[in-house]
């Protein structure tokens, strides 16, 4: 499979540095009672604004963040999302689904880039589940293939019996179902370009630089990392997961000093989270001036540790 051309999403050294801000679900949940949709497209269009001079690109979706879009500094590229929000909850396996008023063709139109799903994957589910959702990557990787637009898988671990993935319990499991999962859609057969992928451990269990119990010794982690290194022949780019802007920092350095050659970040709520508070509390000015202070300082100390660590695409 011929590799399609990441620069437009790649910063002057060819690493990703991107900005995640396509959550619809999670951002709801995050401004509360002022999550209406006016102020969530206003909401990613101050993000956008406001951290795209210093991001390589943007991921963004169309639902809300189509504004957004237009208000990124010219030289950031655009990856807009393809699935939708979340997950049915009363049903087994967490299906995906596709926003039903857009395809890749739509999106290649509004300006995209490059797209991105999101799917959810658990190896042990049983094989109707998975075939449903390796079929619903083999077709987004063809209509990608079909407009030459890149395409960034994005998976997120789980298991069917843990309800609580922050949990120890699935601390235990997470390096494995990780692993696996990225070996498995770097086959050919899914045209992914870039995996956007969780680190294969929970920083937040691992001896000496989380602040839970241990789950894993820093040997054991950086095992896995190697590993996890291992799985794949694509680009990979990790995404922060939620966890702290400064223990993500410090994940990226554990990430190199163990031998993985990761291709960047694509983070979301550890750069602008803050900025949601601010809101809620202060109202937009404080908002504005929580990104601009705050937010900034976040990503510039992100990008130093991404510049330093990351392998560059050639």
Partial sequence: MKRKDLSRLLDENGVF????????????????????????????????????????????????GLEAAQKKDDKAGL????????????????????????????????????????????????????????????????????????????????????????????????????????????ES??????????TPVNMNYVEGLGDKETVYSQKEASQYFKEQDNSTNLPYIFLSGGITADLFNKSL??????????NGVLCGRATWKGATESLITNGWDASKKWLIEEGLQNLKALNEVNQINATPIK
């Fill in 17 to 64: 540095s991107a900005i995640a801000i396509d959550q619809r679900g999670a951002l709801k949940k995050l401004l509360k009672e002022y999550a209406s949709e006016n102020n969530i497209t206003s909401f990613k269009s101050l993000v956008s604004e406001i951290l795209t001079p210093y991001g390589s690109s943007i991921l963004l979706d169309p639902e809300y």
């Fill in 79 to 186: 990856i807009l999302s393809y699935e939708q929000t979340g997950y049915e909850k009363g049903k087994p396996g967490r299906l995906p689904k596709l926003i039903e008023n857009q395809s890749v063709q739509r999106l290649k139109e509004r300006g995209a880039d490059a797209i991105k799903i999101l799917i959810y994957y658990d190896p042990n589910e049983p094989k109707e589940i998975n075939d449903t959702k390796k079929a619903f990557v083999e077709r987004v990787g063809t209509e990608c293939e079909a407009e030459e637009l890149p395409f960034l898988l994005e998976i997120l671990t789980y298991d069917k019996d843990i309800k609580d993935e922050k949990s120890p319990e699935f601390a235990k499991l997470r390096p494995n179902k990780v692993i696996c999962a990225m070996s498995l859609f770097s």
């Fill in 189 to 198: 057969r899914y045209k992914v370009d870039v995996l956007k992928v969780e």
């Fill in 253 to 262: 350095k554990f990430a190199r000093d163990s031998g993985s050659r990761f």
